[in-house]
């Protein structure tokens, strides 16, 4: 069992950073491949970005204004944690912001069906 916390998220002016932080407990959060996701409202939970456990495989989503070249994630499995740092925000990326841990080890998984322990989730909010 893992339970993850975000944080980080807030209201920021166009072209600002935000860094969100999600902390999972469990002793086994090393295994776990990592996912960010987030849902505008009235849209689907879209994919952003996956980091698997060992951080040697690193995907990001790449439709348009999904943030690929302008986030980054990363991980601290000595800390639980695993990060999104988001430059260069933009209106578009105004959502609800969740991590998700999945047992799988592949690299590319950006499913919402494919992880299994989810966050409450976390506002960002850019205004123009």
């Known amino acids: 069992q893992v339970q993850l916390v975000e944080s980080g998220g807030g209201l920021v002016q166009a072209g600002g950073s935000l860094r969100l932080s999600c902390a999972a407990s469990?002793?086994?959060?090393?295994?776990?491949?990592m996912g960010w996701f987030r849902q505008a409202p009235g849209k689907e939970r879209d994919f952003v970005a996956r980091?698997?456990?060992?951080?040697?495989?690193?995907?990001?989503?790449d439709y348009a204004d999904s943030g690929k070249g302008r986030f980054t994630i990363s991980r601290d499995n000595a800390k639980n944690t695993v990060y999104l740092q988001m430059n260069s925000l933009k209106p578009e990326d105004t959502a609800v912001y969740y991590c998700?841990?999945?047992?799988?080890?592949?690299?590319?998984?950006?499913?919402?069906?494919?992880?299994?322990?989810w966050g409450q989730g976390t506002q960002v909010t850019v205004s123009s």
């Open positions: 998700a841990a999945d047992r799988a080890t592949a690299s590319v998984r950006r499913g919402v069906y494919d992880y299994d322990y």
């Open positions: 469990g002793r086994t959060f090393s295994s776990y491949a």
């Open positions: 980091i698997t456990w060992s951080a040697l495989s690193i995907y990001y989503a």
